[in-house]
């Protein structure tokens, strides 16, 4: 069996209209070294299983799955428990079920910029974005100005944004040597940007200009309705204020803005469904949470949320999207 060069991480949830497109564009990679995919299933009940265990089964050499029978979300990690202790490659990409690849060359080109450059730990590329409820066209990302006009870019960059798409990243993988559980925080989200930042601690970052990735937006993924939306703050907010958290203490960043946002949104959010033990995790993580009568704290979300939204629509459907999460939670509130 060949020595595998690259292992490519894949967490999937519900994904069945989407799965197929991931796996496709996996096994259509063409390249001069061997790669594994790596997938976890997080008890799908769409019928996504069948679809990845149609794949393990054609191609046994290459994929290597986890099914799980009972969802692990909060409970366990899917990368730092089950996906990341069986990497074998010397370099790790990701996509998620419900993204794809769009270049079949994808992976042979990041391995070949890798390995004439090992000064650089992280590759990655701009990606299509798809909006699948048609809201929105599709658009590029990042867009040109996240590249701060510089031919190299580094940790200090990406801790002013995260400019990498999942979809787009390769690394050349430092757990190999290093232990992960002592360099990743768990319970965080967008838990990729930190993966991203461990990595740019040990080299530059390499950007290649061609897009080979679709980034999906739907209303079933995690991101699509962030800072937006009442239920993503009872689901994600005290991960997220995690994440900014561990980033500030790890890489020195200033995240109290940030932190201040979504601490408020993320308090008035369970305070309405009566979420007393995640209150209490937030106090302690945010004890100092600032205390304003609930129409004061709204409008304040509301001025500091348009600057802090930074996808690629306008600056009239970000007003429109933040009057909507706020119609959103005044209705949740009654």
Aim: hydrophobic share 40%.
């Amino acid at each position: 069996m060949n020595e595998i060069a690259v292992s490519i991480l894949c967490i999937t949830y519900n994904h069945g209209p989407f799965i197929r497109d991931a796996l496709e564009s996996f096994v259509r990679q063409k390249t001069n070294f061997a790669f594994e995919v790596l997938i976890h299933d997080d008890a799908s009940t769409d019928g996504t299983a069948d679809i990845i265990y149609e794949y393990e089964h054609k191609y046994p050499h290459i994929f290597r799955c986890i099914y799980q029978k009972e969802n692990i979300w909060g409970k366990k990690d899917a990368f730092l428990d089950f996906l990341m202790p069986m990497v074998r490659g010397k370099y790790v990409a990701i996509n998620e079920g419900d993204d794809y690849w769009c270049d079949d060359l994808k992976l042979q080109k990041q391995f070949d910029f890798m390995e004439a450059h090992p000064e650089f730990s992280v590759c990655f590329h701009p990606v299509r974005v798809h909006f699948d409820n048609g809201l929105y066209p599709d658009s590029i990302f990042p867009p040109a100005k996240f590249r701060f006009n510089k031919e190299v870019l580094s940790l200090s960059d990406l801790l002013k944004h995260n400019f990498i798409q999942t979809n787009s990243v390769m690394y050349r993988w430092r757990f190999h040597a290093e232990n992960a559980d002592k360099l990743i925080p768990r319970c965080i989200l967008p838990g990729d940007w930190y993966l991203h930042l461990v990595h740019a601690q040990i080299g530059k970052i390499g950007f290649l200009p061609e897009i080979m990735s679709v980034y999906r937006r739907h209303d079933e993924s995690v991101w699509t309705n962030a800072m937006v939306s009442p239920q993503w703050f009872l689901k994600c907010g005290i991960a997220n204020i995690r994440f900014y958290l561990e980033v500030d203490k790890n890489f020195g960043r200033d995240s109290a803005k940030d932190i201040a946002d979504l601490a408020l949104l993320t308090k008035l959010c369970l305070q309405k469904e009566h979420k007393f033990n995640e209150l209490e995790i937030l106090e302690k993580l945010c004890p100092q949470i600032p205390k304003y009568p609930e129409n004061i704290a709204l409008r304040l979300i509301f001025l500091s949320g348009l600057l802090r939204l930074t996808f690629v629509h306008s600056w009239r459907k970000k007003i429109k999207r933040r009057i909507n999460f706020l119609k959103q939670l005044r209705d949740f509130a009654s």
